[in-house]
């Protein structure tokens, strides 16, 4: 959790000398000119923090043990439609109590581009994809990193896992380039039993 304490700071320090709309961006992978280059772990946007909303693309049977995720690429135009329902770089934190078996359907909607998704234990540093090596068994689409072979335009693709560990991970694009623009939100597994989404 240390990182996330020291992101105001450097978001601060980027806004104080113009170095970008740190709100909208999220947090520039590098430091402006002038400015000594933050360290990796600090560069990564603030954990979204506040009321857990249910949105329709979320569901949870706490009597079943499941949740079930709509993600859809390119729902908006949003980030050259390299977006999960319109949000990038860490703008959503979607929660699902630790234990649940968790379904997320990938729909792809944008007209141009592969996507994939996958569960990702990075949370910083995504100017370099993070590797294709999903926290929990089965929590990643097939081919990620693959313009011709991962989740194609008009295609869908499900995946369910087992979060079976409490934390705060990322779901990740791993087609080359996509987190780096900010294709990644925050997935967290709460021990604590909270179901939703932070940050809308
Ligand atoms: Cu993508």
Not at 129 to 151: R, Y
Request: net charge negative; hydrophobic share 45%; proline share 8%.
């Amino acid at each position: 959790m240390q990182a996330f304490k020291l992101v105001p700071v450097a978001a601060f320090l980027l806004a104080a000398c113009g170095g970008g709309d740190a709100a909208d961006s999220g947090a520039a992978d590098s430091a402006p000119a002038g400015q000594p280059a933050a360290p990796a772990a600090a560069v990564g946007p603030t954990l979204p923090s506040g009321a857990l909303t249910v949105p329709d693309w979320y569901s949870v049977d706490h009597d079943a043990g499941t949740v079930n995720v709509t993600l859809t690429a390119g729902s908006t135009p949003d980030n050259n439609y390299w977006n999960y329902n319109g949000a990038i770089r860490g703008q959503l934190a979607i929660t699902v109590p630790e234990g649940y078996t968790v379904t997320i359907d990938l729909v792809n909607q944008d007209p141009n581009m592969a996507h994939s998704v996958g569960v990702s234990s990075e949370l910083s540093n995504f100017a370099i994809p993070p590797a294709p090596n999903p926290v929990f068994d089965g929590a990643m689409t097939q081919n990620p990193q693959s313009m011709v072979d991962a989740t194609m335009p008009g295609e869908s693709e499900s995946i369910t896992f087992v979060a079976d560990a409490a934390g705060n991970y990322s779901l990740v694009c791993y087609i080359p380039g996509h987190s780096a623009v900010g294709m990644w939100l925050y997935f967290v597994v709460s021990a604590a039993d909270e179901a939703g989404v932070r940050g809308l």
